[in-house]
């Protein structure tokens, strides 16, 4: 999740032609090798992982907002944390509906290889399901995302409420 990110706003970065941040990479790295280190040596492979998660969100979730928000678009970053808490909070809600009802499912994925593909199957429709349906209903901008699928696979322009 948190490299998906980085990789949008280092597309309006690049858009921008903001390059002059070039202290990010330097600060992000010693960022990852601090925590990797000390989080390596308390927690194992897990803390090493916390280091490229916390060091990634410091710098492309803080920083890197606050940089093309503010040299970029020139507007306060107010509208995008609102929209990205938004979609934040939809997909917790989508993680943990499916949680609930996929504690249910039996067989559970350790009795045997097939088990574990029914159950790999139903819980990744039961994911996109719920998360086409939530998403479509409460975050903004998948709407569109959605009657632009439509419509790419061969329904008519006509039939389009978002154009």
Do not use: N
Not at 28 to 48: P, R, Y
Not at 131 to 158: D, I, N, P, Q, T
Request: charged share 15%; glycine share 10%.
């Amino acid at each position: 999740f948190v490299t998906q990110q980085a990789g949008i706003v280092e597309m309006f970065t690049g858009g921008f032609g903001l390059f002059s941040d070039i202290y990010a990479p330097a600060v992000e790295s010693i960022l990852f090798l601090t925590i990797a280190i000390v989080g390596g040596f308390l927690w194992g492979e897990a803390g090493v992982f916390l280091g490229t998660v916390v060091s990634r969100f410091i710098i492309w979730q803080l920083w890197k907002i606050y940089y093309v928000f503010s040299r970029g678009f020139k507007m306060p970053q107010r509208r995008y944390w609102g929209f990205w808490s938004k979609h934040l909070l939809v997909q917790t809600a989508i993680c943990g509906i499916s949680y609930v009802i996929i504690r249910g499912i039996h067989p559970t994925p350790m009795e045997s290889w097939p088990a574990l593909i029914m159950y790999a199957a139903i819980t990744t429709l039961l994911y996109c399901i719920l998360g086409g349906v939530l998403m479509y209903l409460l975050a903004e901008g998948s709407k569109e995302v959605f009657w632009r699928l439509w419509k790419r696979f061969g329904l008519h322009r006509e039939s389009c409420p978002a154009t």
